[in-house]
C-alpha cells in the first residue's frame, strides 16, 4: 500500500456544475507529485469532472458513498461499479454523517466496502466518537467497534485507507489535539494488527476542521497519512494551502 500523503477533499452535498472550476485549480496549482489528491464531490459531478480532468489527472475522483449490491431496486442508492464506471477511484465509507444521520451500521459499512474493493475503488473507511461518548470516557471502546466490525475480514493487501473524524470536529473549527490523534491513531493500528497481522500497516487519515491554518501541524505529527478535509476543500485557494502543507 502505497505511504504517500493523502489530501482528500469531501465536498458533502455542495457543488453544482460550475464548481468544477474548482477542480480544475486544484489539478493546475498542484505540482508536488509526492502528494496524492482526491476529491469526493457529489454523485451529480463525478463524470462530468473526470471528462474534463482525463486519465492522467493529479486529482483522483471519488464517491462519498456506494451501495453494497451492483444493481437492483435502491430507490436513490449508487453502486460501486457505477461510481467506477461514471470515472470514481476511490469511495468514503462509514462516513458520521452516513452512520448517524442515515442510522448506517457497521456491518452496512463492511458489505460496503467489500462491493467497493470488488469494484476496483480504494475505500476510505471513516470512524470517530461523538463528544458524549468522549467524555464518558468510551473513545477507545467506539472507535475498536466501529473498527472492528465496519471491516470485512477478506482485506489483506488491499489498498484502503481508515480515516479517523472525531465527531465533535466535524464542521465545529473544534480540531482533535495532537495528543488525541496520535492516541487514536495507536489504538487504530493496534486494533488492525491484532485482526490482520503486525505486517499490515495501515493508511491512516485525520478528518474534522483541517484548514489552511492548522493543517500543517496535524500533517507533521507521526503516523499522519493525510487528511480527510470538509469545508476547507470547497475552495481551490484553500484546498491547495492544505496540500502544500504536507510534509
Ligand atoms: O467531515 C469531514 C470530512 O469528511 C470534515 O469536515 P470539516 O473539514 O468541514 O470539519
Not at 87 to 111: D, F, N, W
Not at 185 to 214: A, M, Q, W
Request: glycine fraction near 10%.
Amino acid at each position: 500500500m502505497t505511504s504517500q500523503t493523502l489530501i482528500a477533499g469531501n465536498w458533502k452535498m455542495n457543488g453544482l456544475l460550475s464548481s468544477i472550476d474548482e477542480v480544475r485549480a486544484v489539478a493546475e496549482g498542484s505540482c508536488d507529485n509526492a502528494v496524492r489528491i482526491a476529491i469526493f464531490p457529489p454523485y451529480t459531478l463525478i463524470h462530468p469532472i473526470s471528462q474534463i480532468l482525463g486519465h492522467d489527472s493529479r486529482v483522483v475522483l471519488g464517491g462519498q458513498d456506494c451501495h453494497y449490491e451492483d444493481y437492483g431496486a435502491y430507490t436513490g442508492d449508487v453502486s460501486a461499479h457505477q461510481l467506477y464506471d461514471a470515472g470514481a477511484r476511490m469511495v468514503i465509507l462509514g462516513h458520521s454523517e452516513r452512520r448517524h444521520g442515515h442510522k448506517e451500521p457497521c456491518e452496512t459499512v463492511a458489505l460496503k466496502v467489500c462491493a467497493a474493493l470488488n469494484a476496483g475503488l480504494e475505500p476510505i473507511i471513516c470512524i470517530g466518537e461523538t463528544l458524549e461518548q468522549r467524555k464518558e470516557g468510551l473513545t477507545h471502546a467506539v472507535l475498536s467497534k466501529q473498527l472492528r466490525d465496519s471491516l470485512p475480514d477478506d482485506l489483506m493487501g488491499k489498498a484502503f485507507h481508515v480515516a479517523y473524524e472525531p465527531v465533535w470536529a466535524i464542521g465545529t473549527g473544534m480540531i482533535a489535539t495532537d495528543d488525541q490523534i496520535v492516541d487514536a491513531f495507536s489504538l487504530i493500528r493496534r486494533v488492525i494488527s491484532e485482526r490482520f497481522g503486525t505486517d499490515f500497516k495501515p493508511h491512516l487519515l485525520y478528518g474534522g476542521s483541517v484548514k489552511p491554518d492548522n493543517a500543517v501541524d496535524v500533517l507533521k505529527l507521526d503516523g499522519v497519512g493525510g487528511a480527510l478535509v470538509g469545508g476547507a476543500s470547497l475552495k481551490a485557494k484553500d484546498f491547495l494551502k492544505i496540500i502544500r502543507a504536507a510534509p
